[in-house]
T-cell receptor, first 111, second 111 residues
Framework: ETGVTQSPTHLIKTRGQQVTLRCSSQSGHNTVSWYQQALGQGPQFIFQYYREEENGRGNFPPRFSGLQFPNYSSELNVNALELDDSALYLC??????????FGQGTRLTVV | EDQVTQSPEALRLQEGESSSLNCSYTVSGLRGLFWYRQDPGKGPEFLFTLYSAGEEKEKERLKATLTKKESFLHITAPKPEDSATYLCAVQALGGSEKLVFGKGTKLTVNP
């Protein structure tokens, strides 16, 4: 069984640029959630997708957007990058009402 | 607003020295409480889900317990490989299945 995979693993972007992060969900999982984890903090919920529809959003501005595809993989897009967007971005997949499994994360650095 | 507080922030143990980590929570209605282990620069690794007060789960040297206000992660005779950050998260009934995380407890086990 293939786990959750994220790409890229590391990324450096300049302030004001746009970035797309990708996530392949675990086999059989139709729910994908994205989290932002700043250094020394717990993960913060960005949004969740269930069967290609957004199913909840955290306290993040509209420049954070996402997609889920028919194969349940997902993208996180961030526009107009700010220095404070530097963090570890985590994708998690799950079946409804079951535990979530996380990928290894994408480390984004904004300079 | 759902909230999770973990204590202590950091804990240093000698190999074989048992201890407990605390997770206090407030949630509108608890669907589940989750424990994850996170190694530096990696995604969280699922450990346990607890659903109701009085429930206990064990895995190797770890045992998780749940009351109506808090959860404990007991570590018995820890080994250096147990060194990691342990994250606690709650999931509320209804709506999206987002996880609300605490900041974690960083555990270091010295040989």
């Amino acid at each position: 069984e293939t786990g959750v995979t994220q790409s890229p693993t590391h990324l450096i972007k300049t302030r004001g640029q746009q970035v797309t992060l990708r996530c392949s969900s675990q086999s059989g999982h139709n729910t994908v959630s994205w989290y932002q984890q700043a250094l020394g903090q717990g993960p913060q919920f960005i949004f969740q997708y269930y069967r290609e529809e957004e199913n909840g959003r955290g306290n993040f501005p509209p420049r954070f957007s996402g997609l889920q595809f028919p194969n349940y993989s997902s993208e996180l897009n961030v526009n107009a990058l700010e220095l404070d967007d530097s963090a570890l971005y985590l994708c998690a997949s799950s079946r409804p009402r079951e535990e979530a499994f996380f990928g290894q994360g994408t480390r984004l650095t904004v300079v | 607003e759902d909230q999770v507080t973990q204590s202590p922030e950091a804990l240093r143990l000698q190999e074989g020295e048992s201890s407990s980590l605390n997770c206090s929570y407030t949630v509108s209605g608890l669907r589940g409480l989750f424990w994850y282990r996170q190694d530096p620069g990696k995604g969280p690794e699922f450990l346990f889900t607890l659903y109701s007060a009085g429930e206990e789960k064990e895995k190797e040297r770890l045992k998780a317990t749940l009351t109506k206000k808090e959860s404990f992660l007991h570590i018995t005779a820890p080994k250096p490989e147990d060194s990691a950050t342990y994250l606690c998260a709650v999931q509320a009934l209804g709506g999206s299945e987002k996880l609300v995380f605490g900041k974690g407890t960083k555990l270091t086990v010295n040989p």
